[in-house]
Nanobody, 118 residues
C-alpha cells in the first residue's frame, strides 16, 4: 500500500496562485523513483481528468488547459511531488488528487479542494 499525503489546497481569487504537495512517507527513495506521480482533478458533475504528471526520470505531461500556468516538479530526496498553480481561473475549481502509478498498479490520495473565485 502506498500512502499519499496531499496538502496545499484552499480558496483563492482568480489570478492567484496555490502550491499543492504530495508526499509519500512510506516509500523508500529507490521505490519512489519507480512511480509516475500525477495530479488529477474532478469538478462537480465532471469526470476526473489528468492535470499533470511526472515520471521518475523527469518526463512531464500537462493537460492543454493548464500549460503555461501550472508547473509540476518532484524532489526525489524528499519523496515529494509539487504542483505550482499560477494565474488560477474559476474553471480550475475542483478536488485535486495525487496519483502514484507503476505497471503493477496505482494509488490515490484523499484529495484536496481548490476553489477559485471570480
Amino acid at each position: 500500500q502506498v500512502e499519499l499525503v496531499e496538502s496545499g489546497g484552499g480558496l483563492v481569487q482568480a489570478g492567484g496562485s496555490l502550491r499543492l504537495s504530495c508526499r509519500t512517507p512510506r516509500l523508500i527513495n529507490s521505490t519512489f523513483l519507480g512511480y509516475t506521480i500525477g495530479w488529477f482533478r474532478q469538478a462537480p458533475g465532471k469526470q476526473r481528468e489528468l492535470v499533470a504528471r511526472i515520471t521518475g526520470g523527469g518526463t512531464i505531461t500537462y493537460a492543454d488547459s493548464v500549460k503555461g500556468r501550472f508547473t509540476i516538479s518532484r524532489d526525489n530526496s524528499r519523496k515529494t511531488v509539487s504542483l505550482q498553480m499560477n494565474n488560477l481561473e474559476p474553471d480550475d475549481t475542483a478536488v485535486y488528487y495525487c496519483n502514484a502509478a507503476k505497471t503493477t498498479g496505482d494509488y490515490w490520495g484523499q484529495g484536496t479542494q481548490v476553489t477559485v473565485s471570480s
